[in-house]
């Protein structure tokens, strides 16, 4: 009778989790102009939170059960990738309906074959991937990538400023301009700065923000619009 009782809750909560399975896959199949996160780990779990938190539409595509059974209960849309059936993933995930495909496996390799196939099963969508290896940062465009972020030199990099900077708050890669950083500083009452306008400030730094009262101010190109004692400057 024990064993029977174990079984059947067993069953229940296979049935259960296969149920939801199924759920997902016809809510992923509705999906129009969402992104695409291949890989959970470090990297792909925080490129989920955000777009969780931009309320923006993803699938995440993991090759862990264990994460995928996780996902399913948080309720978040996941899709279990084979590991030599990539174009099956893409496909259940949606990739002729999706805006972006973002990769980031830990293992360039996979991350290669993501990118060749998203790219034959969509010629137009948008590929965002991360290599490990820097060297592979022109295989990775050759395979089909529009933007490719070398990740150990980025991180790197912010590491290494903020090991003599105690102002660094990010980092901006970008193919164009290479790899940047932001900083802050504020603004004491003794400041030349306050009572500025920002094109006067614009020539000392290039600034992306100023924050006043923990907030980022909005009007910081109007022409009225002057420094304060106080301000925090990026």
Do not use: C, W
Request: no cysteine; glycine share 6%; hydrophobic share 45%.
């Amino acid at each position: 009778a024990g064993a029977s009782i174990v079984q059947s809750t067993v069953g229940a909560v296979v049935k259960g989790q296969l149920a939801k399975g199924e759920a997902e896959k016809r809510i992923i199949s509705k999906l129009k102009e969402h992104v695409i996160v291949f890989g959970y780990a470090h990297l792909g779990r925080y490129v989920a939170e955000k777009l969780q938190e931009m309320n923006i539409d993803y699938v995440v595509v993991t090759r862990d059960p264990r994460s995928h059974e996780d996902l399913l209960r948080r309720n978040i849309m996941t899709v279990l990738e084979l590991e030599t059936r990539p174009i099956d993933a893409l496909k259940e995930a949606g990739i002729n309906r999706a805006a972006m495909v973002v990769v980031s496996h830990e293992k360039d390799t996979d991350n290669m074959l993501i990118i060749l196939s998203a790219r034959k099963l969509r010629p137009d969508v948008r590929i965002v991937s991360v290599v490990h290896d820097p060297n592979l940062i022109e295989t990775a465009k050759d395979a089909g990538a529009d933007v490719v972020i070398p990740s150990s030199v980025t991180l790197g990099h912010l590491l290494a400023i903020s090991a003599v900077t105690k102002d660094l708050v990010g980092v901006v890669f970008s193919e164009k301009i290479g790899t940047k950083e932001i900083a802050q500083f504020s603004l004491f009452k003794t400041s030349p700065l306050i009572g500025k306008e920002m094109q006067d400030v614009a020539k000392l730094a290039l600034v992306i923000g100023v924050v006043r009262a923990d907030a980022v101010a909005q009007d910081i190109f109007d022409a009225a619009f002057r420094i304060k004692e106080g301000d925090t400057i990026l």
